[in-house]
Structure formats: structure tokens, C-alpha cells
């Protein structure tokens, strides 16, 4: 009987691999070849000379040439461009981490009569794109604010359109938590103030970091705005690359290496805390 059992040719081996489908392989496969390939490219066509990308465009670089990086490094408006770019991304993530928590703190812990209208305010809120509100927003902060040409001037608009993704992460986490450690926390006199700041907030990490992550990204990467609002010495990173490649558009390496150094901090941020933004994910949604 149990060499019968031995000799019985198990289920399904020959139409799994690795303990998934082929298919599935494949088509992760194709979307890593699709996603990261033009990253690839614009970061080895950066070691290449012109006359290489013309000849083969499709080869790879040789002999190495490390001056089209090194011209865009010792260029003063890529760095100018840099600045700006790490100043408008780190007040927009702060903004919208701080607001964000506030704001998603009562619609989780607290009952109150119209909290479920009030969060899908911030549920709709993510139908809005900048974009369909782009020219109201350059009057107000150009005419009204005084704040055209100023990092606060697009931090605060980007902040504000981030925050019902930032809400609608943030709300499972703080519901999740037991209300145990929060009665426990009164009963040994802990204010409210004192709960929401050494205990809910420690323990909401990932999805702040996840947030955080995510606002810092999405400004980073921001042009519309940039576009309208800063001109100059203020412009970011995306319109730097636009003036770039406008200038030089005959030197297509020097481009590339301009695009790659651009790219480099947000993903540089993105994995080495993709971890915990997938964890953060995760319990958004298991909320």
C-alpha cells in the first residue's frame, strides 16, 4: 500500500513552477521588462556617447563615458533645481502626514453624528485630480495668497490634494487599534492629546511612513503646478529636465543622465522602504 501511495504521481506538478502558474510568471515578467526597461536604458544611454546612441542605439555602452554625469553633476541649476525640488517634497509630505493624522484621528476613534458623510467627502476627494482645478488654484495663489514663485505656494496645494488618499490610508489603522489600550491609557491618566501622540501614532508607523512615502513621490514627480507657479531659479527637478532637454535637445546622452540623476532620490526612497509601504498597504485594506 505505501508503495502504491509512493509510486502515485502527484497532482498539478507538471502545470506549476515554483509553486506558481507559468502564465503568471510571464506576465510579471513582461510588466518588469516594461516598467523598469526605460530606466535601464536612460541610465546606460547616460554612459554613452551620442554618436553610440545613433549608431546602436540599442547596445550597450562602449566604451564607458562618465562625463555626460559628470557635466550634469557640476552644473549649479541642477542643484538649484534639486533644492527646490527635496524643499516643495518635504513640506508637502510634512503638511500631509500632520493633517492627515488629524483629520483621520476623530473619523476613526470618535462617534459622532455625520462622520461616515464626512470621510466620503475624502473619498471622493480622490475623483479630483490637481488638474480639473489648476487655473482657480494659480488665481487664489498667485492673487489672493501672494504666493506665486514660493515653495509654500505648491507645497500647500499639493498637500491638500493629497490628503484624502492620505486620510483614507490612514483611518483602517487607527479604527484597528484596541480600544483597551486607549481606555487603559485613561484610567492611568493620559490625556487625549497624550493617547494620540505616544501611543496611536507609534503604532501606526506603517501607514505613516506609507503616506509620507507617497506624498513625497507624488511631489517630487509633480510638473502642472511647478509649471505654473515657479519660474526661474524655483523651478524643480521635471522642469529642469523639460529646460534640459530643450536647450540641449541635440545631446540626447547628456539628457538621459539629467533624466537618471533626476529619478535617482524618490527611488532610492521608494525601495528602500517599499517594505513598509506594502505593509502599510496591507493594513489599510485588511481595515
Known amino acids: 500500500m505505501s508503495d502504491a501511495v509512493a509510486r502515485r504521481p502527484k497532482r498539478g506538478r507538471g502545470h506549476t513552477f515554483g509553486g506558481g502558474s507559468p502564465l503568471v510568471y510571464l506576465i510579471a515578467l513582461i510588466v518588469v521588462a516594461i516598467t523598469v526597461g526605460p530606466v535601464l536604458y536612460g541610465a546606460l544611454g547616460g554612459f554613452r556617447t551620442n554618436a553610440q546612441i ?28 534639486a533644492l527646490n525640488s527635496t524643499a516643495i517634497a518635504a513640506i508637502t509630505t510634512v503638511v500631509t502626514v500632520i493633517f492627515g493624522v488629524m483629520a483621520a484621528y476623530p473619523l476613526a476613534r470618535y462617534q459622532f453624528k455625520g462622520r461616515e458623510p464626512m470621510f466620503m467627502v475624502f473619498v471622493l476627494g480622490l475623483l479630483f485630480p490637481a488638474a480639473v482645478a489648476i487655473i482657480p488654484l494659480f488665481i487664489i495663489v498667485t492673487r489672493n495668497l501672494s504666493m506665486g514663485n ?44 497624550g493617547l494620540f501622540w505616544r501611543i496611536l501614532l507609534p503604532l501606526s508607523a506603517p501607514g505613516l511612513i506609507t503616506v509620507g512615502v507617497l506624498a513625497f513621490v507624488g511631489s517630487w514627480n509633480a510638473y502642472l503646478l511647478p ?5 526661474g531659479d524655483m523651478r524643480t527637478l521635471p522642469l529642469g529636465v523639460a529646460d534640459f532637454s530643450t536647450e540641449h535637445s541635440a545631446d540626447t546622452a547628456g539628457v538621459l543622465a539629467f533624466t537618471t540623476l533626476s529619478m535617482i532620490p524618490a527611488l532610492i526612497l521608494f525601495l528602500a522602504l517599499q517594505r513598509r509601504i506594502v505593509s502599510g498597504l496591507q493594513g489599510a485594506v485588511k481595515g
Request: proline share 9%; no cysteine; glycine share 4%.
Open 227 to 231: 509649471l505654473l507657479l515657479l519660474q
Open 54 to 81: 545613433a549608431d546602436k542605439p540599442s547596445a550597450l555602452p562602449d566604451p564607458w563615458v562618465f562625463s555626460n554625469y559628470k557635466g550634469v553633476l557640476t552644473n549649479s541649476s541642477f542643484w538649484h533645481y
Open 150 to 193: 514660493t515653495w509654500w505656494g505648491v507645497a500647500l496645494p499639493q498637500a491638500a490634494f493629497a490628503l484624502p488618499m492620505t486620510v483614507v490610508i490612514l483611518r483602517p489603522f487607527l479604527m484597528a487599534l484596541p480600544k483597551e489600550l486607549e481606555e487603559a491609557a485613561m484610567i492611568d491618566g493620559t490625556s487625549r492629546i
